[in-house]
């Protein structure tokens, strides 16, 4: 529960940092969009065209078209974390810094995070590989892999926007930088998705309740709308999580780095909840 506690903390000063540069969360807006229509470049072609329904080689095609869908989403992912984190670490250090300098950096490190995306894509299909091939302890275990992979590579995104360095020496950075200073304790991404998750499921409880009463009572347009507000609501969240992140990010990186705590942050805050080892 401290541990907790002190990730709520946490997690209130980084929204105080994305309350004031309400600026940010324009790019959680155009990567979601960006992926939306990456998925759709993807799926739709492939569905109309019927390759799929053929016996032969289906299996092959279907891991390579999941494959370069995977490496366009994480490029697109992780290109807009870069810019987004790379204005929040000018503005921790009392700078200005606008959306068109995120970009600019982005688009500077465009062949590392292009790297990355390959890197990343390649470990998210061999553990999809994997878990449709063993049982439920191979599942587990691709699944701690997997968490250990995204615990390893959340600093990734600080990482390419400040050193000029490639794809593989980021994911090392990254591993590096998360060991040196809070190993597997991560209480700060627990407390963060708790908080996001609780709101998922308040919303979700609170649309069926709503839709299901104004239904009965033969309100279907009112219903409707409800259920279309719910919608923009969630996207609200996951617009206002992703630029969380980036923020918090951002943070660890910094302190991780140098052991700096930026103007606005208290030091016994992060020192409590990430303790060195």
Known sequence: MNKLSRSWQLAKSS?????????????????GIAGALVIATFVIPIVSSGVLDAEADRQT???VWMFLLYVALYFVG?????????????????????????????????????????????????????????????????????TAWSVATF???????VEKVGA????????????QTWGENIAGNVGIAFVFGLGYLLL??????????????DF???????AIAACFVGVGLAVGQAALQGVYSALLYRYAHSGEVPVGFDRGALDNAFRRK
């Open 15 to 31: 929204a105080a940092v994305v309350a004031d540069n309400k600026q940010l969360l324009v790019l959680p807006v155009i990567s």
């Open 61 to 63: 095609i279907a891991y």
């Open 78 to 146: 992780i290109f807009f974390n870069t810019a987004l984190v790379s204005i929040v670490l000018e503005r921790l250090d009392g700078r200005q810094a606008s959306l068109r300098d995120g970009l600019r950096i982005a688009f500077s490190r465009i062949g590392a995070i292009a790297g990355y995306a390959v890197i990343a894509a390649t470990v998210g299909v061999l553990l999809r590989a994997i878990e449709e091939r063993v049982g439920l302890i191979g599942r587990l275990v691709t699944a701690v892999i997997g």
């Open 155 to 161: 600093l990734v995104a600080p990482v390419l926007a």
């Open 168 to 179: 593989v020496q980021a994911v090392r950075d990254s591993a590096t930088l998360l060991k």
């Open 204 to 217: 979700i409880v609170a649309t069926i309740v709503a839709v299901v009463a104004l239904a009965n009572l």
């Open 220 to 226: 279907a347009t009112l219903a409707i709308a409800v």
